[in-house]
């Protein structure tokens, strides 16, 4: 069954801008902390941004002033709004979700960013 629902992703040019989404299932209790990942081809998994259940937040430093994390708790939703895309962006994004018990991971959605 899914867990994590994302999306938003797409193709950009350099400069652009787009923002995903990310929806947890009501069946997910407890999670205490959300995060986006990337990975793009030939490289590992990095973590691209956190947000804590008290809205603590940590980027990459690749990132830092051009991404912003942000949840709405009611809707159990993460944002990535990410401004300034430049190609060494492109990636496949994922969104992860911990809880004391496991993590969750969605499917993943590609992220393109090309002139």
């Known amino acids: 069954q899914v867990q994590l629902v994302e999306s938003g992703g797409g193709l950009v040019q350099p400069g652009g801008s787009l923002r995903l989404s990310c929806a947890a299932s009501s069946a997910i209790w407890g999670i205490y902390r959300m995060v986006w990942y990337r990975q793009a081809p030939g490289k590992q998994r990095e973590l691209v941004a956190s947000?804590?259940?008290?809205?603590?937040?940590n980027y990459a430093d690749s990132v830092k002033g051009r991404f912003t994390i942000s949840r709405d708790g009611a809707k159990n939703t993460v944002y990535l709004q990410m401004n300034d895309l430049q190609p060494d962006d492109t990636a496949v994004y994922y969104c992860?979700?911990?809880?004391?018990?496991?993590?969750?991971w969605g499917q993943g959605t590609q992220v393109t960013v090309s002139s």
């Open positions: 992860n979700a911990q809880t004391n018990v496991r993590g969750y």
């Open positions: 947000i804590s259940s008290g809205a603590s937040t």
